[in-house]
Each structure stands twice: as C-alpha cells, then as structure tokens.
T-cell receptor, first 114, second 114 residues
C-alpha cells in the first residue's frame, strides 16, 4: 500500500550508541518531517525537509541529524544516544503545500535508550 | 508564538452519547486547522480539516468539527460515540508561509465506555 514506511519499528540502544532511523514515502511528496512523541508533550518537530536538497531544524533538533537522501527518503540519525531520547519517532510527508492536504504519517519507531 | 491547546488530557463518554473534544488555537493570520486520530501502536491518521468556507466541517468516521473564529476554537464532535472511537486525538494548526509546518496540540485521550 502507498504511504510512509519507517524502519525499524522497535529498537533498544545503550547510551552512547548511534543509529539511523529510516523513512521512505512513495507518494511523490515534496516535504518530509521527523517528529518525536512523548507522553504529555504531544508531537514535537525535530527536523523537516521542505523539498529535496533542503533540511531545517524544528523545535527539538539537539542530538539529531538528518539526511534527505532523495525525494523518497529522509533519515534521522542519533550520533550518541541518551536516555532522554527514549521516545516514539514518527516520520511524515506532505505535498509541497502540506497545510492544504495535511500530513501522511508512518507507523512509528519505538526507541528505548538504556 | 503560535500554539494549539487541548485543555483536556482525557475525555470519558458513554457509548451512544454525543462527544466533544476541545481545541483552541493561537496563530497569526487565517488558520488552517486539522484533527488527527491515533490508535494504539499506529501513526496519526487524518480525520478532517478546515481551510475556508463553511464553519462546520465533516470528516471521516462520522466526526465533524466546528470552526469558531471569535472564540479561536475548533472543537471535534460526534453525535453518537462508539467504543471503537476510543483513541488519542490531536488538533493541529498552520498558517501559510514558506515552510507550511503544522503545529500539534498535546493530544486528548478519548475513552468511550460500553
């Protein structure tokens, strides 16, 4: 089915380890986003890419890096994981004018840092 | 700063009764407003949106939302609740600009009691 695919679905890391969360969309969307979801905090934007070749910081970018590999793929990297990064991470994509059409979300990656 | 408020962390409603999930917003300019629903271990799903026109917007699964500009509110409603409506609901807002980012509220957990 068309949509946003995130891998892995679950991951446990030790403090200081690194990992990359993968996201791919097959809807030919221009914009892609990474959010984290924490209890009582809602969704907070980490990084976004308005179009291929561009990336910008969101509300909570510290400790993360991103790569817009091509139009389909937008990865999120944790260089040195910390327990505070334990969260559920969601990738989303949208048309260029995303607020006209809303976002399509992936099913999430549940990350635990011990 | 632009923001979205969902004043209730949780709402309990008996099956068959009408439900309301509250949302207020603070954005500059004319708002674009959205409701999303999240079922357990799933990503967010788009329910409905308001961009312009009729203040009463109808969406998926029998939900509707009323835009009230004077009260800066966009409450989600359904005439008769189902147990299957139990989920986490997010209100979101945006204003057209270069990046078209959507701002999310913290979410309201809706419990429909059999």
């Amino acid at each position: 089915n068309a949509g946003v695919t995130q891998t892995p679905k679950f991951q446990v890391l030790k403090t200081g380890q690194s990992m990359t969360l993968q996201c791919a969309q097959d809807m030919n969307h221009n914009s892609m986003y990474w959010y984290r979801q924490d209890p009582g905090m809602g969704l907070r934007l980490i990084y976004y890419s308005a179009s291929e070749g561009t990336t910008d910081k969101g509300e909570v970018p510290n400790g993360y890096n991103v790569s817009r590999l091509n139009k389909r793929e937008f990865s999120l990297r944790l260089e040195s994981a910390a327990p505070s990064q334990t969260s559920v991470y969601f990738c989303a994509s949208s048309e260029l004018q995303g607020i006209n059409y809303g976002y399509t979300f992936g099913s999430g990656t549940r990350l635990t840092v011990v | 700063a632009q923001s979205v408020a969902q004043p209730e962390d949780q709402v309990n409603v008996a099956e068959g009764n009408p439900l309301t999930v509250k949302c207020t917003y603070s954005v500059s300019g004319n708002p674009y407003l959205f409701w999303y629903v999240q079922y357990p271990n799933r990503g967010l799903q788009f329910l409905l949106k308001y961009i312009t026109g009729d203040n009463l917007v109808k969406g998926s699964y029998g939900f509707e939302a009323e835009f009230n500009k004077s009260q800066t509110s966009f409450h989600l409603k359904k005439p008769s609740a189902l147990v299957s409506d139990s989920a986490l609901y997010f209100c979101a807002a945006a204003v057209r600009n270069r990046d078209d980012k959507i701002i999310f509220g913290k979410g309201t957990r809706l419990h429909i009691l059999p």
